[in-house]
């Protein structure tokens, strides 16, 4: 069934309003007069309320004139055609017509032929438009579809030859040599990762770059090769960001391109995205969990040992001092140094991303789950807990479950 155009005419003098509506058998060309305005302020609140394909209007008006409808139309961005069917052959209104996307331009009074065969004309460069255009979306969703299925793969260690051959058709392509970032956000629904992200990708647009955010977490390939320029840009927009605790980590892989390939780069640079502490801060694929520095020294080794075994008992910095016969102030001197975190920080880190762990299996209650991961105290843990992830243990056991 073929479909009817909605039209709307516009024009002060009522028998020309008439005169358009009359002469003319709207109905056997398909279109449909859903409304008459006699100004363009009228018409405004008519394109509200009826949406139309197509408006034929007047442009010299009181109140609003053509020109004014048209540009307010324009800022808009209505999704129809106009027809200016004016008595003044003015080449300035005629500009400022084709100005403001308007697509033709009548002298009255034209016979109904003329008018017509505009109408027509019109109607039909419209209806092409808006085949491109919904080509074109289509084709950029399906694009994003893609794109999106191909990064979920590399996540998991597969370069899909197939997805990126559709790509490549798409004209997305990756460069030959370069880096894979990863970055994943450590809390529920954190703004501030989002805003990091675009301001990333942005400083990398140069570079050959193409990524993808979505759940928390982000992938991105980029031709950069440096990756001390990469750690510098990212740590300064993290902390610009977060402007206080970060709460993302990053990892970058080493270059790919000569004896590994991308598909390596991005399993190392996810894996060094993920801390053993959930430390927020910059890692890189040949680092420990240290916040983007050398390999700590085997005392601050020993004592990260010391937490992860040890996380649910009674751990004290003065406890894990007596174990590795050293002073307490040492022990503290020595962790902050090192990780760029307290022995205390890093011990909460832990038990979090246990708890974490214990309420994706859902199998436990909060405060079972709280003394499970050294908390003697369930308000102090969901305080912590909060703090660290962005929502309370219970919301946050909610939210992984209805991923599921």
């Not at 009228?42 to 408006?55: C, G, H, N, S």
């Not at 438009?129 to 191909?150: F, H, P, T, V």
């Not at 994706?360 to 308000?379: L, P, Y």
Request: contains cysteine; hydrophobic residues 40%.
């Amino acid at each position: 069934m073929a479909r009817t155009y909605k039209l709307i005419i516009v024009d002060n003098e009522y028998l020309v309003r008439k005169g358009i509506e009359k002469t003319v058998d709207w109905a056997s060309l398909g279109i449909e007069v859903v409304a008459e305005c006699d100004n363009g302020k009228q018409a405004l609140e008519a394109v509200k309320k009826y949406a139309p394909d197509l408006i034929i209007s007047d442009v010299r008006m009181p109140v609003m004139d053509g020109l004014e409808l048209a540009e307010r139309l324009a800022e808009a961005d209505f999704d129809g055609a106009i027809i200016f069917y004016s008595g003044y052959n003015d080449f300035e209104y005629v500009r400022k017509a084709l100005e403001y996307g308007v697509s033709g331009y009548l002298l009255k009074p034209e016979g109904n032929e003329q008018l017509t065969k505009k109408v027509l004309d019109t109607l039909a460069a419209l209806e092409e438009r808006r085949k491109k255009r919904n080509a074109l979306e289509s084709l950029a969703s399906g694009a994003e579809n893609i794109k999106a299925m191909y990064f979920s793969r590399l996540e998991d260690g597969v370069d899909d030859a197939n997805l990126r051959g559709q790509l490549s058709v798409l004209n997305i392509e990756f460069p030959s040599s370069g880096i894979v970032v990863c970055g994943r956000s450590l809390r529920v629904n954190d703004g501030a990762f989002g805003e990091f992200y675009g301001k990333f990708a942005e400083a990398l647009e140069n570079f050959g770059s193409i990524g993808r955010m979505g759940g928390g977490k982000f992938i991105l390939v980029t031709a950069l090769t440096d990756v001390e320029a990469l750690r510098e840009c990212a740590g300064r927009l993290l902390d610009e960001c977060y402007a206080g605790t970060v709460y993302a980590a990053v990892g970058i892989s080493e270059p790919f391109g000569i004896g590994l390939t991308m598909c390596e780069a991005a399993a190392r640079a996810r894996r060094a995205a993920t801390p053993v502490l959930e430390v927020g801060g910059v890692y890189s694929g040949v680092e420990q969990s240290s916040g983007g520095r050398e390999k700590p020294k085997a005392l601050v080794e020993a004592a990260l040992a010391l937490i992860y075994e040890h996380y649910a008992e009674k751990v004290t910095v003065k406890w894990a001092a007596e174990k590795l016969f050293v002073s307490e102030s040492h022990l503290m001197h020595e962790f902050k140094v090192e990780t760029g975190k307290t022995f205390n920080d890093c011990l909460k880190y832990y038990r979090i991303a246990k708890a974490k762990e214990l309420l994706k299996q859902g199998t436990m209650r909060v405060n079972e789950i709280a003394s499970a991961v050294g908390f003697s105290d369930g308000r102090y843990f969901g305080q912590v807990f909060r703090e660290q992830v962005g929502v309370t243990p219970s919301e946050y056991a909610e939210s992984v479950h209805e991923e599921e």
